[in-house]
């Protein structure tokens, strides 16, 4: 039976009290019936959460009400507690189809921490394990159960949800169903199935994938009835983006670094080979460090991720084969020292900073040779996978396109990147990226500077590269210089004061600006154009950038949120807490962030209660949780005080 449903007024996220919540009891069909009193009285006692995100809203009703559902919200938006809250209760089984096996566990601890019922069902489990579990089910001990997709086609595990209630089904990172997708995964595909198997249960899909195209195509593929589709906003306010030109890797590694001293933080690097050598240059220095690509062999890729995951190190070196699969939510950095692919790639990759909702710092590190590497990495995956769709290479070059003029653009990057995505973005200064704090400047006088470069390009008579223009335009003594009588040009030395790395960026910037050409494979060869002769010709001027000179040991500025999320927070008990919840999690044998996220303990640091009531108050401390180690902490916290 269907009805018009009144609108609940749920507290916002910057709210009201959960009390104030209106109690509105309406009936769907004859045995569905759910306050939003109930269900805030519930999220408050296992999540300790007494205001909402956006859409968590409407995402929990249409699991409640049974209606189809295709949430699409940023990592960190909170989509777990869409189906997680009404499962609990609705106490009806939920099954929940998750892509990876580590992370279905880290899901299930999570849950039984706070309180909720919660099994897996997959291939890694022991005999016993699985027997356990599936007794459970039977019995409805459990709220919520997690599988893997093929498990959940197998025939005797339909046989047993066959037997069990199931009102509920959730499809995690859903866009592993669409070949649109950036992490396609065919055992997604006989998720199709569903529908037609379960008529009676809603099936509700949830991603952080923004396209379009992938969402009409999770749709079609789940058969999706009559779905509730939510888009949520894809800026990820909490993270500052930098786009800054690549002039010495390793020291602009360090200063990244040494701003997130003792945090966590993932470098991506696009070859293997270059985490390798990053990896050692860093162990070097002393710092800890593990490496992560798919070179490795799967027990050296288990234990570095094990290692990240338990929080037994900070700093993960890697390509971007790491990452689904990494849950850690107080990850303060993501530093690419290269530009990835595409937008949907960048997206995904610094998706994983600050997924607690706390402030954290996304870098690119960018040249202009990029794009030429991208491109030949591109190329030669589609050679070597032989037979692939004709619409790939054009797809993927215009993909990268678009991920070179973000990192050319000068506008806003939150802006940039929200507006790539079909969204507006109302804001005019973030506050939160290169750009809107000012990282970089205009180079002064930058037409002169360009035409003195274009000049010894054709001085050179348009036959060598990047590398000898430079050397020539410096001014250096070299032999390839003296053989071919190049100190003789006028040109040499011409920007004798300039140092190699501004030089390169620049000549990259005028051939990203198409002031300039390279041309050739192998070794590519710097050529003029009729733009690069309008220069010359003084009828076209040019915008160059550079990164501000700041003084010496001077740092960037820090975003808003920043300054924010660290406000009276006494970072002394920080560090103390932290160190508890490692060693309180480590017992455990569970991911810290499962004891309390980061954002618990800055609340804790900064509120410093003095009893647990005064504790219960902190968002993300929830009943079970405050039985467990409401103690424990507070001990902490008050032998602090004492001691400061
Ligand atoms: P997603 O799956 O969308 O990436 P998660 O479900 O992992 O995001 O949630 C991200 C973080 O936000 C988690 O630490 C979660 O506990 C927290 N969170 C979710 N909903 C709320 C809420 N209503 N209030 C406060 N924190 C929340
Ligand atoms: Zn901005």
Redesign the pocket.
């Known amino acids: 039976m269907l009805c018009i449903v009144p609108r609940l007024t749920f507290p916002s996220e910057c709210g009201s009290a959960m009390m104030q919540a209106r109690r509105i009891n309406f009936a769907m069909g004859s045995d569905v019936r759910w306050s939003a009193e109930g269900l805030l009285d519930v999220i408050a006692h296992h999540?300790g959460?007494r205001?909402?995100?956006p859409l968590?809203e409407p995402a929990m009703r249409a699991v409640l009400e049974g209606r189809d559902s295709l949430v699409v919200?940023p990592?960190?938006?909170?989509?777990?507690?869409c189906y997680q809250a009404p499962a609990v209760y609705f106490r009806a089984t939920t099954v929940v189809v998750s892509p990876l096996i580590a992370l279905m566990k880290d899901q299930v601890d999570s849950l039984q921490r706070c309180g909720v019922p919660a099994v897996q069902i997959d291939s890694s489990q022991s005999e016993s394990e699985r027997w356990s579990s599936e007794h459970d089910l039977r019995q409805g001990n459990a709220r919520l159960v997690f599988v893997s997709p093929e498990r959940l086609v197998n025939t005797d595990f339909y046989r047993l949800l066959q037997q069990i209630q199931v009102r509920t089904f959730a499809i995690d990172e859903a866009h592993c169903i669409s070949h649109w997708g950036h992490d396609f995964r065919p055992e997604y595909r006989q998720l199709s199935r569903l529908r037609e198997r379960f008529p009676q249960a809603s099936v509700h899909a949830y991603t952080?994938t923004a396209t379009e195209q992938v969402r009409r195509d999770i749709i079609t593929q789940l058969n999706l009835r009559h779905p509730e589709v939510l888009v949520g906003t894809f800026d990820r306010p909490n993270l500052t983006y930098r786009v800054l030109p690549r002039l010495d890797l390793f020291k602009q590694v360090e200063e990244v670094l040494a701003r997130h001293d003792g945090e966590s933080g993932i470098i991506y690097c696009p070859r293997r080979r270059d985490v390798d050598d990053l990896t050692t240059a860093l162990l070097g220095r002393k710092h800890r460090v593990v490496a992560y690509h798919a070179g490795m062999s799967s027990e050296e890729r288990h234990a570095a991720q094990e290692a990240f995951r338990t929080e037994q190190v900070d700093l993960v070196v890697a390509t971007v084969a790491f990452g689904m699969g990494i849950d850690r939510?107080n990850v303060r950095f993501v530093l690419h020292t290269a530009m990835p692919k595409s937008l949907e790639h960048y997206q995904q990759e610094t998706g994983r900073a600050g997924?607690?909702?706390l402030e954290a710092e996304c870098v690119l590190l960018f040249s202009g040779a990029d794009f030429f590497t991208q491109r030949s990495m591109i190329e030669k995956s589609v050679q070597e996978a032989g037979a692939v769709d004709p619409g790939f290479l054009p797809s993927a070059l215009k993909h990268l396109d678009d991920m070179t003029r973000y990192c050319r653009g000068a506008i806003c990057r939150h802006r940039a990147l929200v507006s790539y995505f079909g969204q507006a973005y109302a804001t005019p200064n973030c506050n939160a990226c290169d750009i809107c704090l000012g990282d970089t400047e205009e180079v002064p006088d930058a037409t002169v500077l360009a035409q003195k470069i274009l000049s010894c390009v054709a001085r050179v008579k348009e036959s060598f590269g990047i590398n000898h223009v430079v050397g020539v335009l410096r001014g250096e003594n070299t032999d390839t210089i003296r053989r071919r009588g190049h100190e003789q040009l006028t040109t040499f030395g011409l920007l004798k004061g300039q140092t190699k790395a501004d030089l390169r960026d620049w000549i990259y910037q005028l051939i990203g600006q198409g002031l300039l050409l390279q041309v050739g494979e192998e070794y590519p060869l710097l050529k003029l154009n009729e733009a690069s002769w309008q220069v010359m010709r003084g009828q076209r001027k040019v915008r160059l950038i550079q990164l501000v000179r700041r003084k010496q040991g001077e740092k960037p500025l820090l975003s808003r949120t920043v300054e924010a999320s660290w406000e009276g927070v006494d970072q002394e008990l920080f560090e103390k807490l932290r160190q508890l919840r490692r060693s309180l999690a480590n017992a455990a044998r569970v991911p810290p962030y499962v004891v309390f996220?980061d954002a618990v303990l800055r609340q804790l640091a900064r509120l410093r209660p003095r009893n647990l009531t005064h504790m219960r108050q902190v968002?993300?401390i929830g009943d079970a949780k405050l039985r467990d180690y409401g103690k424990t902490f507070l001990e902490a916290i008050l032998e602090h005080d004492a001691r400061s």
């Open positions: 999540w959460y205001t909402l995100r968590q919200l990592t960190g938006g909170g989509k777990s507690l952080a939510s997924r607690d909702g996220n968002p993300g």
